[in-house]
């Protein structure tokens, strides 16, 4: 417990230092940012409201895909509402409570699914985002700072995703490989193989479909949020920068993104030459739009069938464990 409060202090304190190293190193004018708020474009607004919730409703199908691909049957309004539960839950408290949810409420429904074929359907869920981010975020490094010269942004795309489905199928090859090698398993690395090779399965095919849909929607959401501050860039240059702060946000050095989103946005906007007022405006209007509003929505599926907070940290606590000892 004592630990737990370390850490949440520690990255409270580092959200604040990054807000304060942000401030100090811009000139930031508050009347500016007053009157950027004041002229958000309220139909642009409230378009973009709906798009978080298609979102997750596409997510869950996908993680319903998954689930049927190793060959178990979840019924799609209970995979719906273990996934926008998740997700609100994912808001305010850690993220590893918010997916174990996830895991928790599909052994709760189909309790002949053992624990580690359970959690490996949530495990490569979030793969699957991840490839997404890192396809679109690696693309954004190598069009912003352009290592390699100016390139075509359809170019770069290419590029990036030959050379992640290479090194996805390589890192499976090379476990294959050594598991085959060496006869004293390393069940953590079965379990690794197991999920990549399961990435690459014809099975999951309907999986990949889904997340493109899922990124296209969340682009085009970011997009018109960009619209409401009346910031106008393109689609795909949208996409870079939305990863790159999603990237970003996996740093485990703040709270709820506090501080790295806001001089992530500020840092990538400005070479659009966007004021550090309207990228703030930004920063935040993202953060209630799909952060807040969305954690609402997954308030409501969790309130309709609820699960008390120490009931869920008590059983996750106790099925991370069983995780850990099935993969160790």
Not at 32 to 61: C, H, M, Q, R, Y
Not at 253 to 267: C, P, W, Y
Request: aromatic share 14%; net charge positive.
């Amino acid at each position: 417990m004592m630990k737990k409060y370390l850490s949440t202090s520690l990255k409270i304190i580092s959200s604040l230092l990054i807000l304060y190293l942000l401030f100090a190193n811009i000139d930031f004018n508050s009347q500016e940012f007053t009157a950027t708020w004041k002229d958000i474009n309220l139909g642009w607004l409230l378009l973009a409201l709906p798009v978080v919730i298609l979102v997750l409703g596409i997510k869950s199908l996908r993680w319903k895909a998954i689930i049927a691909a190793q060959g178990y049957r979840y019924g799609f309004m209970a995979a719906l509402s273990a996934y926008f539960a998740s997700y609100s839950l994912g808001v305010v408290t850690p993220g590893r409570l918010g997916e174990l949810l996830k895991v928790y409420n599909l052994r709760k429904d189909q309790p002949h699914i053992e624990v580690l074929p359970a959690f490996a359907t949530v495990v490569l869920d979030r793969l699957f985002d991840m490839f997404f981010l890192l396809w679109f975020g690696l693309s954004g490094l190598v069009f912003f700072f352009a290592p390699f010269g100016e390139m075509a942004t359809g170019l770069i795309l290419l590029f990036v995703l030959i050379f992640l489905i290479v090194g996805l199928v390589s890192a499976n090859l090379l476990l294959n490989w050594i598991l085959k090698k060496y006869p004293a398993r390393n069940a953590m690395l079965v379990f690794v193989q197991t999920c990549f090779s399961q990435m690459l399965s014809a099975h999951n095919a309907g999986a990949w479909l889904l997340t493109g849909l899922a990124y296209a929607i969340y682009f085009a959401g970011i997009q018109i949020l960009f619209l409401a501050v009346q910031i106008q860039i393109p689609i795909l240059e949208t996409g870079f920068i939305i990863s790159l702060i999603g990237l970003l946000l996996l740093l485990p050095i703040s709270v709820a993104g506090f501080g790295t989103r806001e001089a992530g946005l500020v840092f990538l906007l400005a070479f659009y030459n966007i004021s550090p007022e309207t990228a703030l405006s930004f920063s935040l209007l993202q953060f209630l739009t799909f952060f807040v509003w969305g954690g609402l929505v997954g308030l409501v599926f969790w309130m309709i069938s609820p699960i008390p907070l120490s009931i869920i940290r008590s059983d996750t606590q106790k099925l991370f464990k069983k995780i850990k000892k099935s993969i160790s």
